[in-house]
C-alpha cells in the first residue's frame, strides 16, 4: 500500500501543480526559441560549468540507477547496452511471427514492450528475461498500466542460464558481439519448428527466409529446421566444433 504524504507549508492552487508545459494558455518553447535565449544570455564560466555538471549528474544517475545493476553479473563481452525497441520494430517483428502462437519468450526484453505486444497478439505464455531489476519493474508497470499485469512474465534471470526447449518463438534486440554465442545456444535448445526473430543485427551465417523492414527497422526471421539442413554454414560449423578433440589441460 501507498501512503499518501503532506508537505507542511500552504496549499497551493492545484493548477500550479501542473507541470508548466502542460498548464492553459502556454506553450512550449521551440529549440529556435530555446536557442535564442541561450544566444541572448551570457552564461560565463560558471554557467557553462554548472550545465556541464547537471549533464554529467544526469548521465552518471541513469548509469548507476537503470544500467549498471544488470552489467554486475554479466561479463564484459556478454554485456548489451539497453536500447528500447521503436514502434516500428515492434511493429516488423509482429509480422514476421503473424499466423504463429504458443510460448514467446524476449531474450534481454528491456522495457517489456515487445513481450506485451506479443501477448495482444495472442502469444502465451509470454516471457521476457532481462538481468537489470530496473528495466524489470519498468516492465511490469506498463504490463500494469495496459491492463495486462500478472497475464505476461519479466523474469530477472541470466538468459544463458535458462532453458529454451519449450520455446517454439524467440525474439532477440541484442548487440553483434552475443549473436555468434548465443546461435550455439539456440541450435542445442530450440527445435526444427521453432521460429527466431532478430532486430538490428542479423545472426552471422544464418540465412533468414523472411526480412521486414529497412535500415536500423530491419528484422530478419530465421526457421531452426533450415539452419539444421547439411551444408549450411552454421551446421558446418557446428560439426567440426563437434569433431575437434578436447585439449583442455585436467586438474
Known amino acids: 500500500m501507498f501512503?499518501?504524504?503532506?508537505?507542511?507549508?500552504?496549499?497551493?492552487?492545484a493548477h500550479t501543480l501542473l507541470p508548466l508545459p502542460v498548464q492553459a494558455g502556454m506553450d512550449q518553447d521551440t529549440p529556435e526559441e530555446v536557442l535564442a535565449e541561450f544566444k541572448d544570455r551570457r552564461l560565463g564560466v560558471g554557467g557553462l560549468l554548472q550545465i556541464a555538471a547537471g549533464t554529467g549528474l544526469t548521465a552518471y544517475a541513469v548509469w548507476v540507477g537503470v544500467l549498471m545493476p544488470g552489467f554486475r553479473r554479466v561479463p564484459l563481452r556478454l554485456q548489451v547496452p539497453y536500447?528500447?525497441?521503436?514502434?516500428?520494430?515492434?511493429?516488423?517483428?509482429?509480422?514476421?511471427?503473424?499466423?504463429r502462437s504458443g510460448r514467446i519468450a524476449d531474450l534481454g526484453s528491456g522495457d517489456g514492450r515487445i513481450v506485451l505486444e506479443a501477448y495482444r497478439q495472442g502469444f502465451s505464455p509470454a516471457v521476457g528475461y532481462e538481468l537489470n531489476p530496473w528495466l524489470v519493474r519498468l516492465s511490469n508497470f506498463h504490463a500494469w498500466r495496459a491492463g495486462h499485469s500478472g497475464k505476461v512474465s519479466y523474469l530477472r534471470e541470466d538468459l544463458w542460464k535458462v532453458s529454451l526447449a519449450d520455446c517454439?518463438?524467440?525474439?532477440?534486440?541484442?548487440?553483434?558481439?552475443?549473436?555468434?554465442?548465443?546461435?550455439?545456444?539456440?541450435?542445442t535448445e530450440l527445435s526444427s519448428d521453432a521460429l527466431v526473430v532478430a532486430g538490428r543485427f542479423p545472426f552471422p551465417g544464418w540465412t533468414a527466409y523472411r526480412i521486414e523492414g529497412e535500415g536500423a527497422d530491419?528484422?530478419?526471421?530465421?526457421?531452426?529446421?533450415?539452419?539444421?539442413?547439411?551444408?549450411t554454414h552454421t551446421q558446418q560449423a557446428a560439426e567440426a566444433s563437434s569433431a575437434q578433440p578436447d585439449v583442455r589441460t585436467k586438474p
Open 3 to 13: 501512503r499518501s504524504w503532506r508537505f507542511p507549508g500552504p496549499r497551493w492552487p
Open 218 to 231: 530491419r528484422t530478419w526471421a530465421y526457421n531452426m529446421g533450415a539452419q539444421r539442413q547439411p551444408g
Open 83 to 99: 536500447l528500447p525497441a521503436s514502434r516500428v520494430q515492434v511493429k516488423n517483428v509482429m509480422t514476421l511471427l503473424k499466423g
Open 168 to 187: 517454439k518463438n524467440i525474439t532477440v534486440f541484442l548487440a553483434p558481439s552475443v549473436l555468434p554465442l548465443l546461435q550455439e545456444k539456440l541450435m
